[in-house]
């Protein structure tokens, strides 16, 4: 198994840019969640999914983040236009709902994205 | 989601066993502890979990107190790969909320 799979593992782009962020999750699994990690505000999660539905988007800074998970293969996430202030690295995890046996979620090495 | 709280830094020696506590005196009945740890330039790695009995795995053990106001993860002998940032989290939903964890170094 190759695990949660993100691409890219690095991004620099410049303000104003549109930036797309990709995860692939682990086959089988229904859950698939993003986060994003900075250094004021530690593991926050944006969005997540169950059977490519989004539940729960409260944690998605503002409209100019949005996330599709078109089939249960892939997903992501896309910032436009993009500032600086969303520099960060970006988490993609996934995770198997609904089995008797709960083997927690699985993180991808994630994307870190410059804003300059 | 209910709050935990842990220490900000732990210092260990390599092949010494480190007691990472957590408290979380405001756990409902059908909140599940959760740790996970974050190496550097990695994403979290789950660790272990449980509801009220003490679990082991081959990574670590969990032990629960017996009101649930607390828990401890076990590494039996730390070495210098168990250096991360470890998190304790309660969780009944889908959703998993991390806090800022504790940074556990390890010495040679």
């Known amino acids: 198994d190759a695990g949660v799979i993100q691409s890219p593992r690095h991004e620099v782009t410049e303000m104003g840019q549109e930036v797309t962020l990709r995860c692939k999750p682990i086959?089988?699994?229904?859950?698939l969640f993003w986060y994003r990690q900075t250094m004021m505000r530690g593991l926050e999660l944006l969005i997540y999914f169950n059977n490519n539905v989004p539940i729960d988007d409260s944690g998605m800074p503002e409209d100019r983040f949005s996330a599709k998970m078109p089939n249960a293969s892939f997903s992501t996430l896309k910032i436009q236009p993009s500032e600086p202030r969303d520099s960060a690295v970006y988490f993609c995890?996934?995770?198997?709902?609904?089995?008797?046996?709960?083997?927690?979620?699985?993180f991808g090495s994630g994307t870190r994205l410059t804003v300059v | 989601d209910a709050k935990t709280t842990q220490p900000n830094s732990m210092e260990s020696n390599e092949e010494e066993p480190v007691h990472l506590p957590c408290n979380h005196s405001t756990i409902s009945g059908t909140d599940y502890i959760h740790w996970y740890r974050q190496l550097p330039s990695q994403g979290p790695e789950y660790v272990i979990h449980?509801?009220?009995s003490n679990v082991n795995n081959r990574m670590a053990s969990l032990a629960i107190a017996e009101d649930r106001k607390s828990s401890t993860l076990i590494l039996h002998r730390a070495t210098l790969r168990d250096a991360a940032v470890y998190y304790c989290?309660?969780?009944?939903?889908?959703?998993?909320?991390f806090g800022t964890g504790t940074r556990l170094q390890v010495f040679p």
């Open positions: 989290i309660l969780r009944n939903t889908d959703k998993l909320i």
């Open positions: 995890a996934s995770r198997q709902t609904g089995s008797s046996v709960d083997y927690g979620y699985t």
């Open positions: 086959s089988g699994h229904n859950s």
């Open positions: 449980g509801l009220t």
